[in-house]
């Protein structure tokens, strides 16, 4: 029933999909796939979040907890193609995996709750796929809650999400009633029945003959007007083939000129079917995406996905597991076999592939090999990190490893017992090497081990991890936030000398810069910007050497700010002048001189703090509004949106993220257990009235 919406390619990777599952918390990723794993037969029950039984979450924190922590990989088969499938957590807090998961997926499908629409993080895991350029395809899960509409939540795409949704069925049934749905490019009806495995395909009933033929003609015109060869088609005979929709469809989706939109309900076994359909049909294989680039010294080298070229994979994920180290890649070229030695071009160092498994979460399949497309996990290696690049050793290459997330929160920990003290630095080197979102380092001031992370649940997870997993009793000290300084206002023409001379050769550099504060970036990754260096030395009078040794020296000083030795973000250096000594000058010296310039300059202009800040949406009863937003001004919130939804209130804030601690628990308080929120970071803001004054330089 499905083979004419898709091709069957004679190579073999034409039939592999590397898909991730993406959504806000509580969208119901993971019961969407569990209910994958069910019907493609590769488990033989449903796993349900609210039991503990997912086979993805198996985590005992994240069944505890019934949210997602750490991306899962796991493979099914579905219609003669193999799905590697990675569910990544929905919470705001781990979103680097999530942009760890990207970095190594082709295709990904977007799971949105049918009553709130468009979430913060569903918004925020869209951008970060947006980045990667990771074609998606739409499902509005949850069709069976009271409040559920199909078509608020398409327009709540097409309003947030800045795309254009393609919507594919129509949902048979409204809230409890929903029962199936109208497939509107075969214009068939598919219903399933309560508890039922399969569905029934049978005609459109003639009560949604009408509705069905209005929004297939609604499709048509969205596609025609987006591509080409469906707008020929549509010119010449005012409609459309089912074979073109699909042929359309699939090109607008791969190169995210548009989304496919499919509904149903996970949680009870409807429309989960279709879906796999599509991710088949829409979503690319390793040949349909761009080949991966990659570094060969001052050269890129483009690494073809072929089996037979040199051995190339990234390292996305380590886990440490109670067998030993896992770690996991995506092979983007070549082939791996068991027992291998492979090369970490990184690290410069040799590694040795001692199994290959294929990942079902917790559980695994051993096989002899890993080629091109696949994603796979592999014991033996002993130090490759994520990001790591494992090539063939005599065809070395270094690929772009995923971003990491600078830490907003930090926290001091401590071992109880003296005696524990080695063993919770190895337990932190653990947790950072399979999260690098994790910071570890020694405060010089008080001598305290601080764990810094991406918000207060991430760390909370962490210690947590410390605890069951290695058995230590740790004390948490209050959760600090990660402070910026920045420039508020510049200075011009600040001249620095720096002369050295004792015995043999000497150190001299002079440099004039100017300093000017850059825009506070507001792209969804809660990062400001963070330095821009130029020259206008004209007439050679630095050579270029020193010239880059200057912008190392002011990359060195942004270490540490005046406000409070916290980094500095968002500056702009233009060295305009300077002048050398024909015998004391050198790389050396200028760099010293751009550190010292620059320390000199933000000394010399106003400086301003800045402090992360998160929008938080807040879901409240209609009677708890005031209460709640009288709350959140007093954590100096800013109250951008409020709207009412089934007699619930929906109000949107900007707060400083030093300010949440313990929100949830006094929310929950205020509503009498009736109120949620989520967050996501939205970049750094000044701190009220701290600002240093102007001095003159000298």
């Known amino acids: 029933m499905r083979t004419d919406l898709h091709r069957h390619d004679t190579d073999p990777l034409t039939a ?43 985590d005992v924190q994240e069944r505890e907890r019934g949210i997602t922590i750490s991306a899962a990989a796991v493979s099914c088969a579905w219609d003669g193609h193999r799905i590697n499938l990675i569910d990544t957590p929905g919470h705001v807090d781990f979103a680097d995996e999530v942009e760890r998961s990207l970095r190594v997926l082709d295709g990904a499908v977007a799971v949105f709750d049918a009553v709130a629409g468009v979430e913060p993080q569903s918004e925020s895991v869209w951008r970060q796929a947006d980045r990667h350029g990771v074609p998606r395809i739409a499902f509005v899960n949850k069709l069976d809650r009271a409040g559920a509409d199909l078509d608020t939540a398409v327009e709540s795409m097409r309003r947030r999400l800045d795309t254009v949704p393609m919507v594919v069925q129509l949902p048979v049934g409204r809230e409890d009633a929903f029962t199936g749905v109208v497939d509107l490019i075969r214009m068939r009806l598919l219903t399933w029945r309560e508890g039922g495995d399969t569905y029934e395909e049978g005609p459109v009933p003639e009560e949604l003959r009408e509705e069905t033929r209005r929004r297939r003609r609604l499709l048509e015109e969205t596609v025609a007007q987006l591509h080409p060869g469906a707008l020929e088609e549509f010119c010449d005979g005012s409609a459309l083939s089912a074979g073109t929709l699909a042929e359309a469809l699939r090109d607008l989706t791969r190169s995210g000129e548009g989304v496919v939109v499919l509904c149903g309900s996970a949680y009870r076994n409807r429309g989960v079917e279709p879906l796999l359909d599509a991710v088949v049909a829409y979503l690319p294989s390793p040949l349909d995406v761009p080949a991966v680039r990659g570094a060969v010294g001052d050269d890129e080298q483009v690494r073809a996905c072929d089996p037979a070229a040199p051995l190339a994979a990234l390292v996305f994920k380590v886990q440490a597991t109670p067998r030993g180290r896992l770690t996991y890649l995506r092979v983007y070229s070549g082939t791996v076999h068991r027992g291998e030695a492979v090369w970490d071009a990184g690290a410069r160092r040799t590694e040795r592939i001692g199994r ?57 920990v401590e071992a109880h017992r003296n005696a524990d003290s080695a063993r919770l630095v190895s337990a932190l080197a653990r947790l950072v090497e399979e999260d690098p979102s994790l910071v570890v380092r020694s405060d010089r001031e008080s001598g305290q081990t601080v764990l810094s992370g991406m918000g207060e649940l991430h760390l909370e997870v962490a210690v947590e991890k410390i605890r069951r997993t290695h058995g230590l009793q740790v004390g948490v000290g209050r959760p600090q936030v990660a402070y910026r300084e920045t420039v508020a206002r510049g200075v011009s023409g600040l001249v620095y000398r720096h002369v050295k001379q004792e015995g043999g050769a000497g150190q001299f550099a002079h440099v004039v810069i100017d300093v000017r504060p850059l825009p506070v970036a507001q792209d969804g990754t809660g990062r400001a910007a963070d330095f821009v260096f130029r020259s206008v030395v004209i007439g050679g009078r630095l050579p270029r050497d020193y010239v880059q ?12 700010g005046p406000l409070g030795g916290h980094r500095v973000t968002g500056v702009q250096v233009t060295l305009t002048d300077g002048s050398t000594h024909p015998k004391d000058s050198s790389p050396m010296a ?7 310039a620059l320390r000199a300059a933000f000394r010399a202009s106003v400086m301003a703090l800045l402090e992360p800040v998160v929008e938080v949406t807040a879901t409240v009863p209609e009677d708890a509004v005031g209460g709640v937003l009288g ?37 929950r308080g205020r509503t009498q257990g009736r109120g949620t929120f989520t967050s996501r970071a939205t970049g750094y803001a000044p701190v009220p009235g701290a600002v240093s004054e102007q001095v003159t330089s000298r």
């Not at 488990?43 to 993805?56: F, I």
């Not at 290959?356 to 033996?380: F, K, N, P, W």
């Not at 040794?549 to 270490?559: H, Q």
Request: aromatic fraction near 4%; charge should be neutral.
């Open 549 to 560: 040794a200057v912008e190392a020296g002011c990359r060195d000083a942004l270490s540490e």
């Open 631 to 667: 709350d959140l001004a007093a954590r100096r919130g800013r109250i951008s949106a409020s709207a009412m939804r089934a007699g619930t209130a929906v109000v949107t804030a900007t707060v400083p993220l030093a300010e949440l601690f313990g929100y949830a628990s006094q929310l």
């Open 590 to 596: 200028f760099r010293t001189a751009g550190r010292f």
């Open 16 to 58: 592999v999909r590397n898909v991730g599952i993406l959504a806000h918390v509580d969208a119901g990723k993971t019961t969407v796939t569990e209910r994958i794993l069910y019907i493609t037969g590769a488990t033989h029950k449903r796993g349900e979040v609210h039991d503990g039984t997912t086979v993805t979450d198996f």
């Open 356 to 412: 290959i498994l294929r990942v079902q979460a917790d559980r695994h399949t051993e096989v002899d090999r890993a080629v091109a497309g696949d994603i796979v996990a592999v014991a033996g290696v002993k130090a490759a990190r994520s990001g790591a690049t494992l090539c063939a050793p005599d065809a070395p290459v270094v690929l772009e490893p995923p971003t990491v997330a600078e830490p907003v929160v930090s926290v001091a």
